[in-house]
């Protein structure tokens, strides 16, 4: 059964530096989003992505930062200047086209800012 | 203000019971729920997804109802079973949205 996937599983990063977080979405799907989850806490989201642009984005998702789909399989999150609040799973997930409402997560990356 | 609200304590229950979990929202018009499991530092994982017109889906032994006149969706898991163990998230998706707006969802604990 084709799985949403991530890279790296966990990243230890300092303040201020820069991260990419790395999905590859299903392969026919074509929404895309990315979702986080501080520890204890609700899943939120944070970006939806269709047709090579953003489509919708939350208070969380500011100028630090930005999306990307660089080739045909990969989607990526860059994080700019991390701060240490962005500590938290950030979770990938895809949804096919059409009627198709259903949006299927990958294992998540877990990011550590110290 | 807008909330979905899920249990907040645990539910514990014995191997071979049915377990109900409650996702209950406000100030939300919603074109469908869905019901995820989550396992501890995993991603969700989809289980049923029910739309608005629609009362009742079931898949295995699972079971979902809406209804949207009490704003609140039951989530049935029937002859539980110990791998059941996780939490279990509700997430609405509004009219016209594309989000997914989770609630902060059930622990369930199924005893042997």
């Known amino acids: 059964e084709p799985e949403v996937t991530q890279t790296p599983s966990h990243q230890v990063t300092q303040m201020g530096q820069e991260v990419i977080l790395r999905c590859v979405p299903i392969?026919?799907?074509?929404?895309f989003y990315w979702y986080r989850q501080i520890l204890g806490q609700k899943v939120e989201f944070l970006v939806s992505f269709y047709n090579n642009e953003i489509s919708e984005k939350s208070e969380i998702f500011d100028d630090q930062f930005s999306v990307e789909r660089p080739d045909g399989s990969n989607f990526t999150l860059k994080i700019r200047s991390t701060k240490l609040e962005d500590s938290a799973m950030y979770f990938c997930a895809s949804r096919a086209a059409g009627g198709q409402e259903t949006q299927y997560f990958g294992p998540g990356t877990r990011l550590l800012v110290l | 203000s807008q909330k979905i609200e899920q249990n907040s304590e645990a539910l514990n229950i014995q191997e071979g019971k049915t377990a109900t979990l409650t996702c209950n929202y406000t100030?939300?018009?919603?074109?469908?729920l869905q019901w995820y499991r989550q396992d501890p530092g995993r991603g969700p994982v989809f289980l049923l997804l029910?739309?608005?017109?629609?009362k009742e889906k079931r898949k295995e032994r699972l079971k979902v109802t809406f209804d949207t006149t009490l704003k609140q969706s039951l989530f049935h898991i029937t002859a539980s079973q110990p791998a059941d163990s996780a939490t279990y998230l509700c997430a609405l998706v509004r009219v016209g949205g594309n989000k997914l707006v989770f609630g902060a969802g059930t622990i369930l604990r199924v005893k042997s």
């Open positions: 100030n939300y018009s919603p074109a469908y």
């Open positions: 029910i739309r608005e017109n629609e």
């Open positions: 392969s026919n799907h074509l929404y």
